[in-house]
């Protein structure tokens, strides 16, 4: 089972910052969080991971709370073509471990 | 970054016939590849671990002598649906985890539609 869960759907003017959330309130402390989106069609692809640091990057910055719990994808200027599903993902960080998909959030 | 390539994208077949996917991580090598299974408007589902030189393993529910999974060399594994039924029809998607200095993320090829008729 996944262990997030997140908002089916969001809206977003474009232009405008996306925020989207993510609750992982039974993440373990080696767990990092993974985000991806799957652009309709095509293979997920990834955008960001954290452990329990912010982290930015050219496509989207990732904030996590304090206790873990938490975390919210920013998309800084969405634009149509971030329209995908997000999906938040808790994971490992060992090489071979498996991503459990859930139901994401349509953007 | 890493690529993931898939293929074909796209196929059909008659039911009762055998359609085969290929799975093959470009530039890297790749011990483990999952593959995925995606129904209209549903999340994908994990299907099976593959792994380079032994047996995959299988999630719950999913039959192995219907999926055929093959993982011979560090930069290829293929699936095979044997018997296709048109309930076998599906988005299947297939991943590799990065190693060393490309980051341990999941890398995915870019889907193959099966349609059986």
């Known amino acids: 089972d996944a262990k997030t869960t997140q908002p089916p759907s969001m809206d977003c003017a474009e232009g405008r910052a996306a925020n989207l959330p993510c609750n992982h309130s039974?993440?373990?402390?080696?767990?990092?969080v993974y985000w991806y989106r799957q652009i309709h069609s095509q293979g997920p692809q990834y955008i960001i991971h954290g452990l329990k640091n912010n982290e930015t990057n050219e496509m989207a910055s990732l904030i996590i709370t304090e206790d873990r719990k938490s975390s919210t994808l920013i998309l800084p200027h969405a634009t149509l073509r971030d329209t995908a599903v997000y999906y938040c993902?808790?994971?490992?960080?060992?090489?071979?471990?498996?991503?459990?998909f859930g139901t994401g959030t349509r953007l | 970054g890493a690529v993931v390539s898939q293929h074909p994208s796209w196929v059909i077949c008659k039911s009762g016939t055998s359609v085969k996917i290929e799975c093959r991580s470009l530039d890297f090598q790749a011990t483990t590849m999952f593959w995925y299974r995606q129904f209209p408007k549903q999340s994908l589902m994990l299907m099976a671990t593959s792994n380079e030189g032994s047996k995959a393993t299988y999630e719950q529910g999913v039959e192995k002598d219907k999926f055929l999974i093959n993982h011979a060399s560090l930069t290829l594994s293929t699936l095979t649906v044997t018997s296709a039924h048109p309930e076998d029809s599906s988005f299947y998607i297939c991943?590799?985890?990065?190693?060393?200095?490309?980051?341990?993320?999941?890398?995915f090829g870019q889907g193959t539609r099966l349609t059986v008729v």
């Open positions: 039974t993440i373990s402390g080696n767990e990092y």
């Open positions: 991943s590799a985890n990065g190693q060393g200095a490309i980051g341990t993320e999941a890398f």
């Open positions: 993902i808790v994971r490992g960080n060992f090489g071979n471990e498996k991503l459990t």
